[in-house]
Nanobody
Framework: QLQASGGGLVQPGGSLRLSCVASRFSLDEHGIIWFRQAPGKEREGVSCIDRHGSAWHADFVKGRFTISRDSAKHMVYLQLSDLKPEDTAVYYC????????????????????????WGQGTLVTVSS
């Protein structure tokens, strides 16, 4: 029901746009959150857009990443800019049928393990 794509290899300072297609439910009813997981690290929240279109970004990506959506296409985008080697990770989109209706800030407070629906992940590698 969620499918992420758009990852790849990029040099430091470069950009990528990740996409998440949310089939079978409306983005006007459920928010989407992006997590990432680097090797040997826990999954962490990156950015979230709620059903009202309001966004939340983790402090470590503010000013560099932008989340947006196209509800008609069931698409959520994560624009990654000014990428750094420490951004290297598998990026996942996720939501939940119950608290996916909450605000972006509240969704971002939840642990990754609480989210029910996940995309398969897309690898972003930042390296020269």
């Amino acid at each position: 029901q969620l499918q992420a794509s758009g990852g790849g290899l990029v040099q430091p300072g470069g950009s990528l746009r990740l996409s998440c297609v949310a089939s079978r439910f409306s983005l006007d009813e459920h928010g989407i959150i992006w997590f990432r997981q680097a090797p040997g690290k826990e999954r962490e929240g990156v950015s979230c857009i709620d059903r009202h279109g309001s966004a939340w970004h983790a402090d470590f990506v503010k000013g560099r990443f932008t989340i947006s959506r196209d509800s008609a296409k069931h698409m959520v985008y994560l624009q990654l800019s000014d990428l750094k080697p420490e951004d290297t990770a598998v990026y996942y989109c996720a939501t939940d049928r119950v608290f996916g209706i909450d605000t972006a800030r509240n969704m971002a407070r939840r642990r990754a393990s609480e989210f029910e629906l996940w995309g398969q992940g897309t690898l972003v590698t930042v390296s020269s």
